[in-house]
């Protein structure tokens, strides 16, 4: 991957944009966000048009970003930290089709929904309760819908060392991200749990010229 692929393109620049009177920390913070997770791809494998949930949205980047590229996208964001999601819902007036709320763990908010999507996320619960989720989002889908997880995957080593030490960092030290530990949980296991549930999974490695090791999953009724 060329550094110019990181550049925002149209919508991420318009989705920046809607953070410029937040504070410089919540400025930097969506900023890196960018940098870091290849939201286009994960963008691209949701619907163009149709209701659509992000769990565990943060700072709402993602959910933002995944509107402004999409005119019928309605996108709603749920995540357990209230000053995220009040940072969120600033960045979002104005913009009718993105909304964002406050929800307790592990909940996913009435369907039906086109999309569920989950971006870096499901790391931060027990394997148990990731498929618990999992299958939760996927039980809250429309005939047609998608469940969406971009996660990190479990190799390489080198990689892994990276996001491990990086997310360390932010939920241990720093204390940016809400959580006590970590379980990254293999994608081809994850993929495992969306086939039990009936859905025909696709699998895409994201992390080409990349050092997190990103992995695409996408579940698809059939
Ligand atoms: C690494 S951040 C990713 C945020 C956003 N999805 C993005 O890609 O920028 C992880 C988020 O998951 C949220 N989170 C952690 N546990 C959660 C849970 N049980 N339910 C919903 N959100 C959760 C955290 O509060 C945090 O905002």
Known sequence: MRMSDRRPDTAGRAALDLYRSAPASVRTHVAVRWWSAPFPAISAALPRA?????????HGLFSAYAALEA??????????????????????TGLDRLQF???????VPDGPWDAAVFVDVLYLLPAAEQQRLIGEAAAA??????VVI?????????????????????????????????????????????????????????????????????????
């Open 141 to 146: 889908l429309g005939p047609h819908g998608v």
């Open 71 to 92: 005119p019928d996208r309605t996108l709603v964001g749920v995540d357990i930290d209230a000053d995220k999601i009040r940072h969120a819902h600033a960045a979002a």
């Open 50 to 58: 149709g209701r659509i949930v992000e769990i565990g949205c943060g």
């Open 101 to 107: 709320r406050v929800a307790p763990s592990g909940a």
């Open 150 to 222: 971009k996660e990190m995957g479990t190799s390489p080593a080198w990689k892994v060392r990276w996001n491990t030490a990086q997310e360390t960092l932010a939920v241990r030290v720093l204390r940016i991200t809400e959580g006590g530990s970590f379980d990254f949980v293999s994608p081809e296991t994850m993929a495992g749990w969306l086939e039990e549930l009936g859905l025909a999974v696709e699998h895409v490695r994201l992390d080409r010229g990349r050092v997190h090791p990103h992995h695409l999953l996408v579940g698809r009724r059939a």
